[in-house]
């Protein structure tokens, strides 16, 4: 199928960015892509039986300063893989200090036999 953090890890190690991964409340993010899938639904019925699931999920940028070219090579990078699905925010989280991107994509996957 796919591995979101094959797919960033390269972007990570490009701008020094310290992880890659499932999101992690326990952990400072500063410095931080993650991700997640936010909802999965059945698509494309046969005989009563979905043939396709589309899967939807976000991508989080966390970082320290705010960087456009981080922003669009990750969003390029994810648009050769996943639809875009709605335009991004840019976001200020002021209780920690950290500028977010939250970016949303899906990926319809055929279902097997």
Do not use: C
Not at 29 to 48: P, V
Not at 70 to 82: I, P, S
């Amino acid at each position: 199928m796919f591995n979101l953090k094959e797919i960033l890890e390269p972007i990570r190690e490009k701008y020094g960015f310290k992880r890659v991964g499932i999101i992690d409340r326990s952990l400072d993010m500063r410095n931080s892509i993650t991700f997640f899938a936010y909802h999965e639904k059945e698509e494309e019925f046969a005989d009563d039986e979905a043939q396709v699931e589309k899967i939807y999920v976000q991508v989080d940028i966390w970082s320290s300063e705010w960087n456009e070219n981080l922003n669009d090579e990750v969003d390029a990078t994810m648009r050769k893989y996943f639809k875009k699905e709605v335009e991004s925010r840019d976001l200020y989280e002021e209780d920690v200090d950290i500028h977010h991107k939250a970016l949303r994509y899906s990926i319809k996957v055929k279902r097997r036999g």
